[in-house]
């Protein structure tokens, strides 16, 4: 900005803001000839001083930790402008924008920043945005504020156990969204058959098929009503998909939601725009079938870039307020490093609760979100990943193929998918280097910075290492070369009693991260591969000598709850005779290799049956 740009938009002289920028008061100002240049994102700093020529500290503001309520935000607390992304918008005006950023990087609240902005409502809420960097742009984008009907409904909550109590809770989102908009009860323009529907909804005898056209009927009514056709905020919305994914009633989810957003957002005449947040793209299962109107701006897209965390010169803003300038490159070291687009940014979340904790460093991300896609993701990755993710631990960087719609269910069946998945999870940095013939992004990944090493090594490598300690993994890797099968069972049993207490032994996928985890350090006889296809299927896991001279394992494993050791014994013979029937050794013996040892594992609980052949 100039010098007469800023004084404008902070309401101070020209000849204030000189003196400031050559005080060095204002971060990133720099001197052209006569002139100054100051960056857009500055901020006006204090002015503390009172008539009388002495000076007093100013109460400074809280930055908003934790808050999601633009209204709360921008008010009472020290709030980050981003109402740029509005004139962004307006300058394209895409029919439906989906935004996936890694959690905690401030989608929610951006996403209620929109909704105050556009919202239609009994009150003038442009007295939250004349003081912010969109109402200096000019009338082309005020004009839209308060103009617009909006559908709003945010899915950050939705993590139950199993689908009917996931379905309960969606019908209560939707009906607490239908409620805000009650007053179309008594509209004269919806007909009968419409508020037949919103009775039905709001008193909750409406049937799951009625939910799933919810968005799709709500801004029918809207757009009569208003005269204006809606806009629909959709947050987080992929976060009863993961659960889904998780618990195990993926495809249920899946379905409802497919239907939801495809009555809301596809073909829909009745939608103004349409704006969604989440983590991933999930394009692939079909949520979003046929909707050729949705542009996607993920984590390797410029455009929005800076809008979804903070940005070098926010963050030295910030530290320019709170008076600790010099605490800048503790917070590069720390919560910088990542790259949106060709936009370096900053974790909002951390750098927000570090100023919180008295400017005291610590892994403060590592907390906001659950670890157990985590679990999935070391249950399917082969040796050559776990390598790889030692090798990022390091400080090294790896080139890999991106695709930034990975799915939940490729995480079982494509280990390559464990990279894309960490890139768009925050786990990763991804620099852009090319397209590759396929249409996936390839990328140079790395750990961003100090905080992620960290959460890194603690949620995704030490989990193995904590499952196994090296003593038991010793003991357990000589029985198995043994082919002694007794003490292997054994062994296993003892190290399940030990960890049990710490980690949960009710799913199949424990259990193959155990395994996974045990033959992933052994040592470097073996090539350890995980979810490969072989003969007629894939089996669980095989370890392959690199010299044939050595024996080769196949390793089937099954789960059940509650069972006798009948059983048990009845379902690890089940896993053995799998081992045969799907030729799960055909890849072993093409190899030339002469001894191969089959194992068919039982769990139940702490309990394990062991068949071998």
Same mark, same amino acid.
């Given at each position: 900005?100039?010098?007469?740009?800023?004084?404008?938009?902070?309401?101070?002289?020209?000849?204030?803001?000189?003196?400031?920028?050559?005080?060095?008061?204002?971060?990133?100002?720099?001197?052209?000839?006569?002139?100054?240049?100051?960056?857009?994102?500055?901020?006006?700093?204090?002015?503390?001083?009172? *008539?009388?020529?002495? /000076?007093?500290? $100013?109460? &400074? +503001?809280?930055?908003?930790?934790?808050? =999601?309520?633009?209204? #709360?935000?921008? *008010?009472?607390?020290? /709030?980050?402008? $981003?109402? &740029? +992304?509005?004139?962004?918008?307006?300058? =394209?005006?895409?029919? #439906?924008?989906?935004?996936?950023?890694?959690?905690?990087?401030?989608?929610? +609240?951006?996403?209620?920043?929109?909704?105050?902005?556009?919202?239609?409502?009994?009150?003038?809420?442009?007295?939250?945005?004349?003081?912010?960097?969109?109402?200096?742009?000019?009338?082309?984008?005020?004009?839209?504020?308060?103009?617009?009907?909006?559908?709003?409904?945010?899915?950050?909550?939705?993590?139950?156990?199993?689908?009917?109590?996931?379905?309960?809770?969606?019908?209560?989102?939707?009906?607490?969204?239908?409620?805000?908009?009650?007053?179309?009860?008594?509209?004269?323009?919806?007909?009968?058959?419409?508020?037949?529907?919103?009775?039905?909804?709001?008193?909750?005898?409406?049937?799951?098929?009625?939910?799933?056209?919810?968005?799709?009927?709500?801004?029918?009514?809207?757009?009569?009503?208003?005269?204006?056709?809606?806009?629909?905020?959709?947050?987080?919305?992929?976060?009863?998909?993961?659960?889904?994914?998780?618990?195990?009633?993926?495809?249920?989810?899946?379905?409802?939601?497919?239907?939801?957003?495809?009555?809301?957002?596809?073909?829909?005449?009745?939608?103004?725009?349409?704006?969604?947040?989440?983590?991933?793209?999930?394009?692939?299962?079909?949520?979003?079938?046929?909707?050729?109107?949705?542009?996607?701006?993920?984590?390797?897209?410029?455009?929005?870039?800076?809008?979804?965390?903070?940005?070098?010169?926010?963050?030295?803003?910030?530290?320019?307020?709170?008076?600790?300038?010099?605490?800048?490159?503790?917070?590069?070291?720390?919560?910088?490093?990542?790259?949106?687009?060709?936009?370096?940014?900053?974790?909002?979340?951390?750098?927000?609760?570090?100023?919180?904790?008295?400017?005291?460093?610590?892994?403060?991300?590592?907390?906001?979100?659950?670890?157990?896609?985590?679990?999935?993701?070391?249950?399917?990755?082969?040796?050559?990943?776990?390598?790889?993710?030692?090798?990022?631990?390091?400080?090294?960087?790896?080139?890999?193929?991106?695709?930034?719609?990975?799915?939940?269910?490729?995480?079982?069946?494509?280990?390559?998918?464990?990279?894309?998945?960490?890139?768009?999870?925050?786990?990763?940095?991804?620099?852009?280097?090319?397209?590759?013939?396929?249409?996936?992004?390839?990328?140079?990944?790395?750990?961003?910075?100090?905080?992620?090493?960290?959460?890194?090594?603690?949620?995704?490598?030490?989990?193995?290492?904590?499952?196994?300690?090296?003593?038991?993994?010793?003991?357990?890797?000589?029985?198995?070369?043994?082919?002694?099968?007794?003490?292997?069972?054994?062994?296993?049993?003892?190290?399940?009693?030990?960890?049990?207490?710490?980690?949960?032994?009710?799913?199949?996928?424990?259990?193959?991260?155990?395994?996974?985890?045990?033959?992933?350090?052994?040592?470097?006889?073996?090539?350890?591969?995980?979810?490969?296809?072989?003969?007629?299927?894939?089996?669980?896991?095989?370890?392959?000598?690199?010299?044939?001279?050595?024996?080769?394992?196949?390793?089937?494993?099954?789960?059940?709850?509650?069972?006798?050791?009948?059983?048990?014994?009845?379902?690890?013979?089940?896993?053995?005779?799998?081992?045969?029937?799907?030729?799960?050794?055909?890849?072993?013996?093409?190899?030339?290799?002469?001894?191969?040892?089959?194992?068919?594992?039982?769990?139940?609980?702490?309990?394990?049956?062991?068949?071998?052949?």
């Amino acid at each position: 900005m100039t010098i007469k740009e800023t004084s404008e938009r902070w309401n101070i002289t020209e000849y204030r803001i000189r003196a400031l920028c050559r005080s060095g008061k204002i971060p990133g100002a720099k001197r052209i000839g006569k002139s100054w240049e100051i960056p857009e994102e500055a901020l006006r700093p204090l002015d503390t001083r009172i *008539k009388s020529g002495r /000076y007093t500290k $100013k109460q &400074l +503001l809280p930055l908003p930790t934790g808050i =999601s309520n633009y209204l #709360v935000a921008s *008010k009472n607390y020290y /709030y980050i402008d $981003k109402t &740029l +992304l509005i004139k962004e918008f307006l300058d =394209s005006c895409p029919m #439906v924008s989906l935004f996936t950023r890694p959690r905690r990087f401030g989608k929610s +609240l951006n996403m209620d920043m929109l909704k105050t902005f556009f919202e239609k409502t009994n009150e003038d809420n442009s007295c939250y945005f004349k003081d912010k960097k969109i109402w200096a742009c000019g009338e082309k984008y005020t004009q839209h504020q308060g103009k617009y009907p909006v559908i709003y409904v945010s899915f950050k909550d939705a993590k139950c156990d199993d689908w009917d109590t996931t379905l309960a809770f969606i019908k209560q989102l939707l009906q607490s969204e239908f409620s805000r908009h009650g007053y179309l009860k008594d509209s004269s323009k919806i007909d009968d058959f419409e508020k037949s529907y919103l009775k039905r909804i709001l008193s909750g005898e409406a049937g799951e098929a009625e939910y799933m056209r919810a968005f799709a009927m709500l801004s029918q009514m809207l757009h009569k009503h208003h005269g204006v056709a809606p806009i629909i905020i959709i947050d987080e919305y992929d976060t009863p998909i993961q659960q889904g994914h998780t618990k195990n009633f993926y495809d249920k989810v899946v379905l409802f939601m497919r239907n939801l957003f495809s009555g809301g957002l596809k073909d829909n005449e009745h939608l103004s725009f349409g704006f969604l947040t989440g983590i991933l793209r999930v394009a692939k299962e079909s949520i979003f079938s046929g909707l050729n109107n949705i542009t996607v701006y993920s984590v390797l897209d410029t455009k929005y870039s800076q809008y979804f965390g903070f940005t070098p010169n926010e963050v030295r803003a910030i530290c320019s307020y709170y008076g600790v300038a010099d605490k800048y490159t503790e917070l590069c070291d720390w919560y910088d490093g990542y790259k949106f687009g060709t936009t370096e940014i900053f974790n909002p979340w951390s750098v927000i609760n570090y100023f919180a904790n008295n400017c005291i460093p610590k892994a403060f991300w590592q907390s906001t979100g659950s670890n157990d896609i985590i679990g999935e993701v070391l249950s399917s990755a082969d040796a050559d990943v776990y390598e790889q993710l030692q090798k990022l631990l390091r400080g090294e960087s790896i080139t890999s193929s991106i695709d930034t719609g990975v799915i939940y269910p490729q995480l079982r069946s494509n280990p390559a998918s464990v990279y894309s998945f960490l890139l768009v999870s925050g786990y990763l940095k991804g620099e852009y280097t090319h397209t590759s013939n396929n249409g996936d992004d390839a990328c140079i990944l790395s750990i961003p910075n100090r905080e992620i090493a960290y959460v890194y090594n603690k949620e995704i490598l030490q989990t193995l290492d904590d499952i196994i300690p090296p003593n038991s993994a010793t003991l357990l890797r000589e029985c198995l070369y043994r082919n002694d099968v007794d003490g292997f069972k054994l062994e296993l049993e003892k190290l399940l009693r030990n960890s049990a207490s710490v980690f949960d032994t009710t799913h199949e996928n424990f259990f193959h991260g155990l395994m996974l985890g045990l033959c992933a350090i052994t040592d470097n006889k073996y090539i350890v591969f995980s979810n490969k296809e072989s003969g007629y299927g894939r089996f669980d896991i095989c370890l392959t000598p690199r010299t044939n001279s050595n024996p080769a394992f196949i390793l089937e494993l099954k789960y059940e709850k509650n069972l006798s050791e009948d059983q048990l014994n009845c379902l690890a013979e089940k896993a053995l005779n799998q081992i045969s029937e799907k030729c799960y050794d055909t890849h072993l013996k093409q190899t030339g290799i002469i001894t191969i040892y089959k194992y068919g594992i039982a769990f139940s609980g702490k309990n394990v049956a062991i068949k071998h052949s």
